[in-house]
């Protein structure tokens, strides 16, 4: 079975720069999860999808940072305009449904560096 | 609000030792779920372990152990004799089963073990 991709893998821009991280779940994976991780810390989730629909935006710093999963599959985050502090690893993990029930598996992640 | 401390930030310890991970958890929802993530340096995530509030049964799972306590709010992780491919970032999560956290998964700020050789 084919895990959670994303890409790419790793990114460098300049800050007020924009960026897209793409990312494909587990076939059949109704629950997909967006995670930053900054260097040293836990993961913080920034949204949360049940199909297509937004579940929790609740830490999505929404004046620069959108998510769309428009078929219930495969996501995007974007970034725009990029700052300094957005340096991170982005994190996409999928599970079969909400809930802690379901283990949540993630993805390699993408490295953002912002200049 | 749920909180989740792994007071050691890091660990170094030589191979064949055995090795113990703290996790302390807060929460106000009587329904959880507690989870054990290793992160090596590839950087995925790769689960090891979750356990719900209501079983407190400690597990085995070949050289990896865990102890949830729930009177002390905690959820500890044992590395038997310890190997160098266990050297990675290792995270303590926590997800309420229900409210506005629905599966949201909130986590330690992980431990970061290294094991010489």
């Known amino acids: 079975e084919a895990g959670v991709a994303q890409s790419p893998r790793y990114k460098i821009i300049e800050k007020r720069q924009s960026v897209a991280f793409w990312c494909n779940p587990i076939s059949g994976h109704a629950t997909l999860y967006w995670y930053q991780q900054i260097l040293g810390q836990g993961p913080k989730l920034l949204i949360q999808?049940?199909?297509?629909?937004?579940?929790?935006d609740s830490q999505l710093p929404k004046d620069r940072f959108s998510a769309e999963r428009l078929k219930g599959v495969d996501s995007t985050l974007k970034i725009q305009p990029a700052k300094l502090e957005d340096s991170a690893v982005y994190l996409c993990?999928?599970?079969?449904?909400?809930?802690?029930?379901?283990?949540?598996?993630f993805g390699p992640g993408t490295r953002l560096t912002v200049t | 609000a749920q909180k989740v401390t792994q007071a050691q930030t890091e660990i170094s310890v030589v191979e064949k030792e055995d090795v113990t991970l703290d996790c302390v958890y807060e929460?106000?929802?009587?329904?959880?779920?507690l989870f054990w993530y290793k992160q090596p340096p590839s950087g995925e995530l790769v689960f090891l372990i979750r356990?719900?509030?209501?079983?407190?049964q400690n597990e085995i799972s070949g050289r990896y152990s865990w102890n949830f306590q729930k009177s002390t709010s905690s959820f500890n992780f044992t590395i038997t004799a310890s190997q160098v491919v266990d050297s990675a970032v290792y995270f303590c999560?926590?997800?309420?089963?229900?409210?506005?956290?629905?599966?949201?998964?909130?986590f330690g700020q992980g431990t970061i073990l290294t094991v010489h050789p």
């Open positions: 356990r719900n509030s209501f079983d407190e």
């Open positions: 929460t106000r929802d009587t329904t959880y779920y």
């Open positions: 993990a999928s599970s079969f449904h909400s809930g802690g029930a379901y283990e949540q598996y």
């Open positions: 999808f049940q199909n297509n629909g937004v579940v929790d």
């Open positions: 999560a926590l997800v309420n089963a229900g409210g506005t956290s629905y599966g949201k998964l909130t």
